[in-house]
């Protein structure tokens, strides 16, 4: 949503200068980075905080590379 936002906004000023922070990702890491399939190691999230076969990491990843590529389709990356 932020991402969404920040696009409509830099489309309607078109300014010379602007900053994203998503810390999303973050957060989605550290609370379910058991989940995911990078993770080597032998602990796992309880079944019932997290579907064994779910990855939010990817899914995060997935969508933080959706929305770079939106700014970078519109030029707003240099």
Same mark, same amino acid.
């Given at each position: 949503?932020?991402?969404?936002?920040?696009?409509?906004?830099?489309?309607?000023?078109?300014?010379d200068?602007?900053?994203?922070?998503l810390?999303?990702?973050?957060?989605i890491?550290?609370?379910?980075?058991?989940?995911s399939?990078?993770y080597?190691?032998i602990?796992?999230?309880?079944?019932?905080?997290?579907?064994?076969? +779910? /990855?939010?990491l &990817?899914h995060? !990843? %997935?969508? +933080? /590379?959706?929305? &770079?590529?939106k !700014? %970078?389709?519109?030029?707003m990356?240099?």
């Open positions: 949503m932020l991402a969404d936002i920040h696009l409509t906004l830099w489309k309607k000023h078109k300014p200068f602007s900053s994203l922070f810390n999303s990702g973050a957060h890491q550290h609370h379910y980075l058991f989940n399939k990078a080597a190691g602990i796992k999230n309880p079944e019932w905080y997290c579907p064994k076969d +779910y /990855d939010p &990817i995060i !990843l %997935l969508e +933080y /590379d959706k929305q &770079i590529g !700014l %970078l389709s519109k030029k990356l240099k």
